[in-house]
């Protein structure tokens, strides 16, 4: 089974949710917000998913432009990035469904198609 995690307020999640659904693709639903990914999820996620740490931080939320974190992210280790991370669920881009051998970020149905 694969998980969706998602923040259900975000109106890309929404959509995604329902594309799963449409597609009768079992998942098991985790609330970003109320249960943040580990440090220890995140560098798995990061490391399935083949992209750069970079593309795990929600870079339109409001969090990360408080924190300044554009100025900020070049000067942080990896390691730093994904411990900053796992402290907030709003600073991760969502959603992310986890599959056995893939890991997506945001919701791009033309990748999500090759899954289902």
Known sequence: M????NY????????????LEEKGIAFEDRNIK??????EELKAWIEKSGLPI???FNTSGMLYRQMELKD???NMSEQEMIE???TDGMLVKRPILVADD?????FKQAEWDKIS
Request: proline share 8%; hydrophobic share 40%.
């Open 84 to 86: 900053l991370l796992a």
């Open 34 to 39: 109320e249960q943040n990914p580990t440090t």
């Open 72 to 74: 900020k992210l070049p």
């Open 8 to 19: 259900p307020k975000c109106g890309t999640c929404q959509k995604a949710r329902k594309f």
């Open 2 to 5: 694969m998980l969706f995690v």
């Open 54 to 56: 970079k593309k795990f």
């Open 102 to 106: 893939q890991v997506l970020v945001g």
